[in-house]
Structures are given as C-alpha cells and as structure tokens.
C-alpha cells in the first residue's frame, strides 16, 4: 500500500514549485522508511526543474541531498534500525550486477542508475525526491550520517560532497599538488574545503572577486577572478588539477591552458549547451579532460567520514519550503553562499 505524503513538485517544465502530495510505497523487505529533516537545493535541481537536460518526468520532486531519521525498517533490513541518522544522495537504486556495480562504482551502473528523482524506479513507477517530508528507499542505497555532523550541513554534502570528494580522492589531490577550483558554488565550495584538508594547495578560481574572503576562510591559498583576463595569462601551466563545478558552458582551451604538463582537467559542471574543444589544448602538454559523476554508495560514505573526521559541514542557508522558488533565481544569480537547504518540517 503506497502512502500519500506531502512534497514540493514542479507541476510541468519551467513551472514554479507547488506544494502538493506523492505516493511512497510501502516499506519493503530490504527498505527504510525516511522522516526528511533536510534537503539541499543543488544546482541540477534547477536544470531538471526547467527540463534543460531533456527527458523530464512531470510532475518532478526534486531534491538529492536528503538527511533524516530512519522512522521503520522492511524485515530484511540489517545495517539500519529505527532513530538512525541517514542520508540518500542522487540515486536509489541500480542494477546490482554489472561490473561498475559490484566494484562500488554503482552511479556508472551498465543498465543505468535509478536517479533518486526524475527516473523511473526499477518497479516502472516515477521516483520523487527530497522535497518531501518522508522517503522510502532501500539500506544498500542509503548511508549513516556520523553524529559529528549535523543534518542540515550533512545534506549538501550526499550530492555537492561527494561530487568533488570523488574526483579529488581519483586524481589524488594531496601534498604537493596544486589544485584549482573553478566556480564557488554549492560543488565549489565543498570542493575548496575538501581538497584542503586532503592537503592540497588549492586556488579558487570565480568570476570576480566578491567572494575572496569567503575562499580563503573556507581554505583557499589564493583566489583569482576569471573576469579578468590576465588570470589566464598569469596562471598559465600552474596547476596538476583543475575541477570545474561552471554550470554554464566553459572555456575549455583557456582552463587546459592553466595545466602543467600532465595534468587534468576534470568537469563536473553539467550545462545544458555543449562545447568545443581545440584538440591542440590537450596535445601540447599531454593533458587529460575527464569528467566525473557523483561517487558510489561505499564511496560517499568515505566521504562521509572524512568530512565528519575534519569537520566539514556544507556552509548553508537555510529556508523555509515556499521559498524554494525564490531560492532557485539567486542560485541563477550566483548568489548562494553556498548552499540552499530546505527544512523539511515546513513542507507538511
Ligand atoms: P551553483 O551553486 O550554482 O555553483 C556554480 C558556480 O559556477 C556559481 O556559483 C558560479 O561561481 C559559477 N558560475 C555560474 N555561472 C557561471 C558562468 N556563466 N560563467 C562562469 N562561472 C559561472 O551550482 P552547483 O549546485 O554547485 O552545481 C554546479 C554544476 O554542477 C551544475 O551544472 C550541476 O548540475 C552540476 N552537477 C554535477 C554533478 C556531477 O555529478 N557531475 C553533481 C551535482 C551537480 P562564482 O560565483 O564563484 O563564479
Ligand atoms: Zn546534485
């Protein structure tokens, strides 16, 4: 029996969010059953919202940075019990067979991951996210929050965490490596305190100056506008890894032009334009563009744990439900200092 629970949706393409109510099914052997306390507003919310990626499923609940309290447990549950802290990031489920999934890499599953909103689930029936006030989803698919965490700065981090915690751990940002990060967003800003306390020397990289004391608070070295031209010239071959978090299309032959020889350019931003590349900017320099998605189940809780090892809450704002919509113009704006977080009790 599916329960109807409260939620915020977006009722068709570019609509703005309504309150509104969707059906949970009913805990399952393997599931647990969510109270949300708290859900993150990441920039791919907006893009889906407004169907920029294609494909939407509407009426869409958005919403991948879940924390809650586990409230029920499905029979066959083992790793969680009722009063357990608990996240859900970007998906909820996969095929559990494929090579990427049995290696923990579940959000590169071979038939496709259940996107936790906005998919089909793998029962055919529509998902809905994080905007909501309960969720059931299964144990494999749901990590402990540590008790050094709180759940509202946990949120942020089940998508915008592990997003840059996945390629900065992969190309092994540390000591002696000289890491940029493009963007001080939602994903940028996790990005600068991550890659800091994994020792790296990291720059921040934004399109002005507004937020250079922000930066070096959250552990930047140095901070440069893009806006200005010179930046590109005076930081020519400086960095063995840039992480680009831009939601908009970006330049990618004049941020190559900021590698060392050897180095990448990883791109987790996800515009809704393509772009072009001048193959000579990988050639010279044998340089490397990668992208990255998300991290897998064991990996966010990786994450997790070194966020709570090194205190590394989201730095957020925290907002009521009905200013969701308002919420989404400032993060269009770039005016989100650095991440929007609903409080799921005034959804209900
Ligand atoms: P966000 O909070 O809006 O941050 C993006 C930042 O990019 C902005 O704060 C701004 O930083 C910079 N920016 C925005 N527009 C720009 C432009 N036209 N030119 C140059 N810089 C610009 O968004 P987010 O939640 O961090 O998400 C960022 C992107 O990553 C989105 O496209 C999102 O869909 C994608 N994403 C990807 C993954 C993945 O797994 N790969 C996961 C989550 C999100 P400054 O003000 O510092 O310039
Ligand atoms: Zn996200």
């Given at each position: 029996?599916?329960?109807?629970?409260?939620?915020?949706?977006?009722?068709?393409?570019?609509?703005?969010?309504?309150?509104?109510?969707?059906?949970?099914?009913?805990?399952?052997?393997?599931?647990?059953?969510?109270?949300?306390?708290?859900?993150?507003?990441?920039?791919?919310d907006?893009?889906?919202?407004?169907?920029?990626?294609?494909?939407?499923?509407?009426?869409?609940?958005?919403?991948h940075?879940?924390?809650?309290?586990?409230?029920?447990?499905?029979?066959?549950?083992?790793?969680?019990?009722?009063?357990?802290?608990v996240?859900?990031?970007?998906?909820?489920?996969?095929?559990?067979?494929?090579?990427?999934?049995?290696?923990?890499?579940?959000?590169?599953?071979?038939?496709?991951?259940?996107?936790?909103?906005?998919?089909?689930?793998?029962?055919?029936?529509?998902?809905?996210?994080?905007?909501?006030?309960?969720?059931v989803?299964?144990?494999?698919?749901?990590?402990?929050?540590?008790?050094?965490?709180g759940?509202?700065v946990?949120?942020?981090?089940?998508?915008?965490?592990?997003?840059?915690?996945?390629?900065?751990?992969?190309?092994?940002?540390?000591?002696?490596?000289?890491?940029?990060?493009?963007?001080l967003?939602?994903?940028?800003?996790?990005?600068?305190?991550?890659?800091?306390a994994?020792?790296?020397?990291?720059?921040?990289?934004?399109?002005?100056?507004?937020?250079?004391?922000?930066?070096?608070?959250?552990?930047?070295?140095?901070?440069?506008?893009?806006?200005?031209p010179e930046?590109?010239?005076?930081?020519?071959?400086?960095?063995?890894?840039?992480?680009?978090?831009?939601?908009?299309?970006?330049d990618?032959?004049?941020?190559?032009?900021l590698?060392?020889?050897g180095?990448?350019?990883?791109?987790?931003?996800?515009?809704?334009?393509?772009?072009?590349?001048?193959?000579?900017?990988?050639?010279?320099?044998?340089?490397?563009?990668?992208?990255?998605?998300?991290?897998?189940?064991?990996?966010?809780q990786?994450?997790?744990?070194?966020?709570?090892?090194?205190?590394?809450?989201?730095?957020?704002?925290?907002?009521?439900?009905?200013?969701?919509?308002?919420?989404?113009?400032?993060?269009?704006r770039?005016?989100?200092?650095?991440?929007?977080?609903?409080?799921a009790?005034?959804i209900?």
């Amino acid at each position: 029996m599916t329960t109807n629970v409260p939620a915020y949706a977006v009722p068709a393409a570019n609509a703005p969010l309504e309150r509104t109510t969707v059906p949970r099914r009913a805990v399952g052997e393997h599931d647990v059953l969510i109270e949300i306390k708290y859900a993150g507003i990441c920039h791919s919310d907006i893009h889906q919202a407004r169907d920029g990626w294609g494909e939407g499923i509407f009426p869409m609940v958005p919403g991948h940075e879940i924390a809650g309290i586990v409230t029920e447990v499905g029979p066959g549950v083992t790793k969680y019990a009722a009063g357990d802290r608990v996240g859900v990031g970007c998906f909820v489920d996969s095929c559990r067979r494929c090579a990427y999934c049995r290696q923990g890499l579940e959000q590169y599953c071979a038939e496709g991951m259940t996107g936790t909103y906005n998919a089909l689930g793998r029962d055919g029936e529509p998902t809905y996210g994080g905007y909501s006030t309960h969720i059931v989803v299964d144990e494999n698919y749901t990590v402990r929050i540590p008790d050094g965490l709180g759940l509202d700065v946990a949120a942020p981090l089940l998508c915008a965490g592990i997003t840059l915690y996945s390629p900065l751990a992969h190309w092994n940002a540390g000591p002696g490596k000289s890491v940029a990060i493009v963007g001080l967003g939602g994903l940028g800003h996790m990005g600068v305190k991550i890659a800091h306390a994994m020792g790296a020397e990291v720059t921040v990289l934004s399109q002005t100056l507004r937020k250079e004391a922000d930066g070096r608070r959250l552990g930047a070295d140095h901070f440069h506008a893009t806006g200005d031209p010179e930046t590109f010239t005076k930081l020519a071959g400086t960095f063995d890894l840039v992480v680009s978090t831009v939601s908009a299309p970006l330049d990618l032959d004049a941020y190559l032009g900021l590698l060392r020889t050897g180095g990448t350019l990883v791109n987790v931003g996800a515009p809704e334009e393509p772009v072009s590349l001048n193959l000579f900017s990988v050639i010279g320099g044998r340089k490397t563009l990668a992208g990255s998605m998300i991290g897998g189940i064991a990996e966010t809780q990786e994450m997790l744990d070194f966020c709570a090892e090194y205190g590394l809450g989201a730095e957020i704002e925290l907002i009521d439900a009905d200013r969701i919509n308002e919420a989404y113009e400032r993060v269009l704006r770039s005016d989100v200092r650095y991440r929007f977080v609903i409080d799921a009790s005034t959804i209900r």
